[in-house]
T-cell receptor, first 113, second 111 residues
Framework: NAGVTQTPKFRVLKTGQSMTLLCAQD?????MYWYRQDPGMGLRLIHY???????AKGEVPDGYNVSRLKKQNFLLGLESAAPSQTSVYFC????????????FGDGTRLSIL | EDKVVQSPLSLVVHEGDTVTLNCSYE??????LLWYKQEKKAPTFLFML????IEKKSGRLSSILDKKELFSILNITATQTGDSAIYLC???????????FGAGTRLFVKA
């Protein structure tokens, strides 16, 4: 029972490099989310999706892009990484928007040098 | 601006102690409040609260919501070392997608 799987688990990038974080869920959930977690700031929503083929901006979307080509997958892209994007990134999914707990992946620790 | 504030930020107790974690919020169009436990990796769901005064309980953990005073507490009785974690409070609201997380309370239980 995998739940939400994130790859990679760790990555170090140089400023200006690009990369894609992958998130896959096997619970047939409609909603998927990308958060970043920084010390003392809690989880902040980057982008989210309410279904296959849809995406929307969250609280801190600048510098990131996302795609949801398949219901089970949600990709987060960094086109030109910056040191300010050093963080732990969490993907989550839920069956609905309200009154539904979110199920989280184990996170990706990303360092930008 | 919507906000969720948790206190204390960190807490160290001994096994067997009882702890109370606090979450206060100022969120427009409140719908529900959720508690999550985050050990080393993924946050895991503990409770969802939607109505004032109704306690949710699971083993040694319990939580209650006060919608008039805009806060919730999470109680852990007879703490164990396995309770060491970050406890996150989140508030869901309508009017556009919105889930606001607090910064978390880091609990450390000493053996």
């Amino acid at each position: 029972n995998a739940g939400v799987t994130q790859t990679p688990k760790f990555r170090v990038l140089k400023t200006g490099q690009s990369m894609t974080l992958l998130c896959a869920q096997d619970m047939n959930h409609e909603y998927m989310y990308w958060y970043r977690q920084d010390p003392g700031m809690g989880l902040r929503l980057i982008h989210y999706s309410v279904g296959e083929g849809t995406t929307a901006k969250g609280e801190v979307p600048d510098g990131y892009n996302v795609s949801r080509l398949k219901k089970q997958n949600f990709l987060l892209g960094l086109e030109s990484a910056a040191p300010s994007q050093t963080s732990v990134y969490f993907c989550a999914s839920s069956q609905g928007q309200l009154y539904q707990p979110q199920h989280f992946g184990d996170g990706t620790r990303l360092s930008i040098l | 601006e919507d906000k969720v504030v948790q206190s204390p930020l960190s807490l160290v107790v001994h096994e067997g102690d009882t702890v109370t974690l606090n979450c206060s919020y100022e969120v427009t169009n409140f719908r529900s409040l959720l508690w999550y436990k985050q050990e080393k990796k993924a946050p895991t769901f503990l409770f969802m609260l939607t109505s004032s005064g109704i306690e949710k309980k699971s083993g040694r953990l319990s939580s209650i919501l006060d919608k008039k005073e805009l806060f919730s507490i999470l109680n852990i009785t007879a703490t164990q070392t396995g309770d060491s974690a970050i406890y996150l409070c989140a508030v869901e609201a309508t009017g556009g997608f919105k889930t606001i997380f607090g910064a978390g309370t880091r609990l450390f239980v000493k053996a």
